[in-house]
């Protein structure tokens, strides 16, 4: 079965400052991979994904994320925090097979300090 | 993409009794999802909702408290029945137009049982 984990409930950043966010896989095959933001009390919102081609994926609001097979992660960069960027942050990798299943990591919390 | 609504957006309700939450999407997806999200935590998938059929559950969910439908294939509801406590969670939904298995979250339900 695959599973996402991310490293650090929290993470506290100032603004301006760069932002790195961890999230390691384990799956069997190339998997499909996924970071989502959660702002307080709303749903969930794409940032980007990886699928197949360039391993460097640009996302919304400024965010990259660069696919490493060989390391099994995915992390998620910016190079400059706003204060806008506080939220809570998922990486998530889907199921490999026809359920379209998405596997969730415990979250990052995402502190901006001014 | 897909743009989906949730209601009701937040309830509070007394134990014992049951919330259905209705999930309306803007366009056909492939295939629904119903989450629950306790607080602080990450995403747990409860369903997958199958349009005209029974849903199929994740281990520790069951019907009889989960009851899901799918009546056509961009609308689903999910009750919560004999409410406790530890039912006060935010219940989401998603949908996924298939391929890389993208999955697009409603805003949430906000479940408070007294």
């Known amino acids: 079965a695959q599973s996402v984990t991310q490293l650090g409930s929290h993470v506290s950043v100032s603004e301006g400052a760069l932002v790195l966010l961890r999230c390691n896989y384990s799956s069997s095959v190339p998997p499909y991979l996924f970071w989502y933001v959660q702002y307080p009390n709303q749903g969930l919102q794409l940032l980007l994904k990886?699928?197949?081609?360039?391993?460097l994926v640009k996302g919304i609001n400024g965010f990259e994320a660069e696919f490493k097979k060989s390391e099994t992660s995915f992390h998620l960069t910016k190079p400059s925090a706003h204060m806008s960027d506080a939220a809570e942050y998922f990486c998530a990798v889907s199921e490999m097979d026809s359920s379209y299943k998405l596997i969730f990591g415990s979250g990052t919390r995402l502190l901006v300090r001014p | 993409s897909a743009v989906i609504s949730q209601k009701p957006s937040r309830d509070i309700c007394q134990r014992g009794t049951s919330l259905t939450i209705q999930c309306q999407v803007d366009?056909?997806?492939?295939?629904m999802f119903w989450y629950r999200q306790q607080p602080g935590q990450s995403l747990t998938l409860i369903a997958t909702a199958n349009q005209g059929s029974e849903a199929t559950y994740e281990s520790g969910f069951v019907i009889d408290k989960f009851p899901i439908s799918r009546p056509n294939l961009t609308f689903s509801t999910l009750t919560v029945s004999n409410l406790s406590p530890e039912d006060s969670s935010i219940y989401l939904c998603s949908g996924a137009l298939g391929g890389t298995g993208e999955q697009f979250f409603g805003p949430g339900t906000r479940l408070t049982v007294l």
């Open positions: 990886y699928t197949t081609g360039a391993t």
């Open positions: 366009s056909q997806v492939t295939m």
